[in-house]
């Protein structure tokens, strides 16, 4: 078998979580080219079809599910570990905001557009996750969407949380926040690509990492933004969970119900399934 392009972000989660399949230490499984690189652009090279294994935002699948199918593990979804929209004054709305976002295909994007309908900022950049925080403390914006490791340490920039997206969510919906997703292309002549070989590699590297935590640890703390180890383990515990082994149906019926009420919206394009 041929080795797969795998693609995934240098954050804790995703580092703990495919380190044992990209050291491997998972016996079977196939082997892997991994490339580090952060959400926002993994959703635009997965529509360019670049990688087989592919993390990107929930928010991309319905400009992707033709040519990828979604994994049911390997992703973050989970409560109490949504979006912030942080600011460092006393304002309480987006309207004439200039709003920094990590990407215009991101889930927190989506959340943020759906938690401020009606609202209207005077401009929306995109702008890599590391300068968020500095430009809105500096005043180079006015907000910014930020996402997992700033939930932690978004105080030490002096700013403030105008809102919780998961929060928002959680309360309006009952669901966890569906966050990463993790695809495969859909090819039925490559061996390597069998989604239930992939399904049963990625819940092994899951499975590992829980139990032998020690073995990924350098190469966690090698990749990750924030150095604190225990930021990085806080980001850990938040992001991978009971979800990320097992969509079920419960993440299932929250990726259902994001990508429903954004089409309802007309924010993205309208899918008929998720499940195949």
Same mark, same amino acid.
């Given at each position: 078998?041929?080795?797969?392009?795998?693609?995934?972000?240098?954050?804790?989660?995703?580092?703990?979580?495919?380190?044992?399949?990209?050291?491997?230490?998972?016996?079977?499984?196939?082997?892997?080219?991994?490339?580090?690189?952060?959400?926002?652009?993994?959703?635009?090279?997965?529509?360019?079809?670049?990688?087989?294994?592919?993390?990107?935002?929930?928010?991309?699948?319905?400009?992707?599910?033709?040519?990828?199918?979604?994994?049911?593990?390997?992703?973050?979804?989970?409560?109490?570990?949504?979006?912030?929209?942080?600011?460092?004054?006393?304002?309480?709305?987006?309207?004439?905001?200039?709003?920094?976002?990590?990407?215009?295909?991101?889930?927190?994007?989506?959340?943020?557009?759906?938690?401020?309908?009606?609202?209207?900022?005077?401009?929306?950049?995109?702008?890599?996750?590391?300068?968020?925080?500095?430009?809105?403390?500096?005043?180079?914006?006015?907000?910014?969407?930020?996402?997992?490791?700033?939930?932690?340490?978004?105080?030490?920039?002096?700013?403030?949380?105008?809102?919780?997206?998961? *929060?928002?969510?959680? !309360?309006?919906?009952?669901?966890? /926040?569906? &966050?990463?997703?993790?695809?495969?292309? #859909? %090819?039925? @002549?490559?061996?390597?690509?069998?989604?239930?070989?992939?399904?049963?590699?990625?819940?092994?590297?899951?499975?590992?990492?829980?139990?032998?935590?020690?073995?990924?640890?350098?190469?966690?703390?090698?990749?990750?933004? *924030?150095?604190?180890? !225990?930021?990085?383990?806080?980001? /850990?515990? &938040?992001?991978?969970?009971?979800?990320? #082994? %097992?969509? @079920?149906?419960?993440?299932?019926?929250?990726?259902?119900?994001?990508?429903?009420?954004?089409?309802?919206?007309?924010?993205?394009?309208?899918?008929?399934?998720?499940?195949?």
């Amino acid at each position: 078998m041929s080795a797969l392009s795998v693609a995934f972000s240098p954050c804790p989660n995703d580092t703990f979580v495919f380190h044992a399949w990209t050291h491997g230490l998972i016996p079977g499984a196939p082997d892997t080219a991994v490339t580090f690189a952060d959400v926002d652009v993994t959703n635009h090279a997965a529509e360019r079809g670049e990688f087989d294994i592919v993390k990107v935002s929930y928010a991309a699948l319905p400009w992707l599910l033709k040519d990828y199918r979604l994994l049911p593990c390997g992703g973050a979804l989970g409560r109490g570990c949504g979006p912030l929209v942080l600011i460092n004054s006393t304002r309480t709305d987006l309207d004439g905001a200039r709003v920094a976002v990590p990407g215009d295909r991101t889930t927190a994007y989506l959340l943020m557009r759906l938690w401020s309908a009606g609202q209207k900022p005077a401009s929306v950049e995109v702008v890599p996750f590391a300068e968020i925080m500095p430009g809105v403390r500096d005043g180079r914006f006015d907000a910014g969407l930020v996402i997992h490791e700033a939930r932690f340490t978004y105080h030490n920039y002096g700013l403030t949380a105008l809102a919780d997206l998961g *929060e928002w969510w959680e !309360s309006s919906t009952g669901n966890a /926040i569906p &966050l990463g997703a993790i695809l495969a292309r #859909r %090819d039925a @002549g490559r061996a390597e690509l069998d989604p239930e070989l992939l399904i049963s590699t990625i819940r092994a590297s899951v499975d590992h990492a829980w139990a032998h935590p020690q073995d990924s640890a350098e190469f966690v703390a090698k990749h990750a933004d *924030e150095m604190d180890p !225990s930021v990085q383990q806080q980001h /850990i515990d &938040l992001y991978v969970n009971s979800f990320t #082994r %097992d969509l @079920g149906e419960q993440g299932y019926a929250a990726v259902e119900e994001l990508l429903g009420r954004a089409a309802d919206a007309g924010l993205v394009p309208r899918v008929d399934s998720i499940r195949d």
